[in-house]
């Protein structure tokens, strides 16, 4: 049986920063396509650091030589972390853009669904797009009459069915354009996490109909960052990093493999691959929890000073940052937080590396409740430089002090020593 798709040693080279200006540009839009959208620059930034193949400083590979393919009637997810490769390597195989080297092979009528932008005119209506996007699947204008009813009430949209897509909401837009793909019957499916732009109820819509597409034979490849999903939709997957295909094989043992690499990055405190936000002309490279002697610990004892030592590298001198570490529970309530502006400490960062200690003392948090630590770095008049958020997990134990100490969840996140005694009853 010949592929569906065939990815055969496809390297695409960027031009470093050419896709800078994105989020600038989108002043009106929800939160969650600004998030999206803040994933460009994020992945801007994931390539200033080692280990990208750059071949110059202008240049580098944001694919490199990946080879896989998807064979008909297939469901294979592609997964990776920000800036890994997997909507350039979608890109290429929906022909938006060439491959520097290599090929690509393509059986079947392939429809794909990309980032918020890519697939639909902005000045032309929601109607002219679907009649586009047939046409453009090589389907007669009485196919697309047929199937018009159908994407109309998957989408909801139709009220707005002769506005011009520009004018849509980010979810309006992406609820169209999933509608056109999943039903201008493609035999190939390519989409990527736009999903998660809509609402969850949406999303589950949409998944389900993936899932109905597979079971009626439909190729299909897809992007998702969401763990438990793929397993359920998919039978393969591929691993991306930094650009590299390091792992294809059944679905469950590579998210599998995934969710293992990305804890142990949570505790080696490495944190220059990690999803950030920030115009990065500086950066937290490494953070890790300490003791008093410096050395890394692997999980805090409670009662302790919770000491953080992280390194920031700048690309340029900076005088007058400031630094904040909060510090929260898994489920994100902020616990406790540090910022060097409350404790005037100042924060003057020249170019190159530099180390910072923030120690909170004796920090009482009940064992059995796991913290995560965020971090951030900005400039006096706020500009953001970064912002890695959940950078660092630890679990909390207890020790002498605090054997006595309930683990229990209900009992509440601070453990404070209590003292109980009997008193004279009101009368
Ligand atoms: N048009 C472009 N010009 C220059 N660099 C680009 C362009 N598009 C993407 N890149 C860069 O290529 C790398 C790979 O980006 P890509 O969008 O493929 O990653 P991704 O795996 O889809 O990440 P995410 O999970 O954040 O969506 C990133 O470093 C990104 O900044
Ligand atoms: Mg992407």
């Known amino acids: ?49 080692p280990g990208r193949f750059a071949d110059d400083a202008n240049s580098f590979w944001a694919v490199k030589d990946a080879s896989f393919e998807v064979n008909p009637g297939e469901a294979v997810a592609l997964i990776g972390r920000n800036g890994a490769g997997k909507s350039t390597l979608l890109k290429v195989l929906s022909r938006i853009t060439e491959p520097t080297q290599g090929r690509i092979e393509i059986r079947g009528r392939l429809g794909s669904l990309l980032e918020v932008g890519t697939g639909f005119h902005p000045e032309l209506t929601g109607r002219e797009n679907v009649y586009m996007n047939g046409s453009i699947l090589g389907m007669s204008r009485r196919e697309i009459n047929a199937k018009f009813d159908q994407i109309v ?29 999943a039903h201008l019957d493609p035999e190939i499916l390519i989409v990527d996490e736009v999903l998660a732009v809509g609402d969850a109820n949406f999303q589950k819509r949409c998944i389900d109909r993936m ?13 998702s960052h969401n763990m438990q999903q793929i397993p359920r939709l998919c039978q393969r997957a591929v691993m991306l ?7 294809v094989g059944p679905a469950g043992d590579v998210v599998q493999h995934y969710m293992d690499q990305l804890l142990v990055d949570a505790r080696t405190g490495d944190l220059r691959n990690k999803t950030r936000t920030g115009d990065g002309r ?32 700048a690309t340029t001198d900076l005088p007058d940052a400031n630094i904040l570490v909060a510090v929260q529970t898994l ?11 409350e ?4 924060v003057t960062l020249t170019k190159g590396r530099q180390g910072y200690e923030c120690r909170f003392k004796n920090v009482a948090i009940r064992p059995g409740n796991p913290i995560m630590v965020s971090l951030r770095i900005a400039l006096e008049n706020q500009t953001l430089l970064d912002f890695v958020e959940n950078a660092l997990v630890y679990d909390v134990v207890g020790d002498d002090r605090s054997r006595h100490l309930y683990t229990n969840t209900e009992l509440g996140v601070i453990a404070y020593d ?10």
Do not use: C
Request: a positive charge; hydrophobic letters at 40%; proline letters at 3%.
């Open 282 to 313: 500086a950066k937290f490279v490494r953070a890790g929890l300490v003791d008093n002697d410096g050395r890394p610990l692997t999980v805090f004892t409670t009662g302790d000073d919770l000491i953080l030592h992280m390194d920031v590298e």
């Open 211 to 223: 899932m109905d597409l597979a079971r009626s034979g439909k190729t299909i490849l897809f992007v």
């Open 1 to 49: 049986m010949k592929p569906a798709l065939r990815v055969e040693n496809v390297s695409k080279r960027y031009a470093i920063g050419a896709n800078q200006a994105m989020v600038g540009d989108l002043p009106n839009i929800t939160d969650s396509v600004r998030r999206f959208a803040s994933g460009t620059l994020r992945k801007v930034r994931a390539l200033l650091q």
């Open 153 to 181: 009430e998957f989408s909801e949209v139709g009220k707005f069915l002769d506005t011009p897509v520009k004018r849509y909401s980010s979810g309006m837009y992406v609820r169209l354009a999933f509608a056109v793909v």
């Open 241 to 247: 990093e930094r650009g590299q295909v390091v792992e």
């Open 331 to 341: 489920h994100g309530t902020r616990l406790i937080s540090g910022w060097t502006d």
């Open 418 to 427: 209590t003292e109980w005694k009997g008193v004279k009853a009101a009368e």
């Open 343 to 346: 404790s005037h400490f100042p």
